[in-house]
């Protein structure tokens, strides 16, 4: 069967797809991690709730969520007397996060090519939403729709475990993604956009097996990307 019949047989309401909006805690918590990848809070430093909450004009208990948060994804790590620390993010943490984020996505999409029957209907939705022609889409966007596409990709596996595991990354891959923004880059990544996770979901529902090497190139690429921005973090010339 054709991708083209697949596709027509397969029906998705656009409107279903929920965007992803920042709550005042989502937003600190991007702003926190941020800040901490760009090396403004140093490797060893201590974060304090009062002062942090202070600066943010938010809760204490709007940054003691944040702060878990940032414990559970490794970036910070809370000493036995209760002190949230930074962590250093090295190119080697970046290199072992995409292994890990490699392995996941790959077993994810094994399985879907190997199930007797996939639900397809939600992995369109988010295809259908990268395909439109928004001409007010930001690059940003762009990279929502894709950790969109990559989590729902895991989603469909029906792995939780895996799902988990990938959940406790994403937040990092993203907010590497949305500071990596120099102009180059933006063009690159969403003149390849469409094309790549086009590529991906056409073999997925083929069974193809090439859509394996396709992904991992695909994470690949990104690790390198991100590897590019670590270096000129370490540098001192990210601007």
Known sequence: MSVNIIMKELTFNASKIERIHGTVCDNVLEKLRENIILRKFQPGSRLLEANLASDFKVSRGSIRVALQSLINEGIIEETPEGHKIVLEITRSTIENMYELREWL?????????????????????????????????????????????????????????ILQA?????????????????????????????????????LIILRDKKCLNLMAQ??????????????EIDKGSFQ
């Open 105 to 161: 996505e790959l077993k994810a999409v094994d399985t879907l090519v190997n199930s007797g029957s996939i639900r397809y209907s939600q992995l369109l939705g988010i295809l259908s939403q990268i395909e439109q022609d928004d001409p007010n889409r930001t690059v940003e966007d762009y990279y929502k729709l894709d950790i969109l596409f990559h989590k729902t990709i895991l989603q469909i596996s029906n792995n939780r475990a």
């Open 166 to 202: 990938w959940e406790t990354m994403s937040s990092v891959i993203y907010t590497l993604l949305s500071i990596n923004t120099s102009n180059e880059y933006e063009e690159r990544y969403m003149r390849e956009f469409n094309y790549k996770h086009k590529s991906i979901f056409d």
């Open 218 to 231: 695909h994470i690949e690429d990104a690790k390198m990307l991100t590897l590019g921005l670590m270096d």
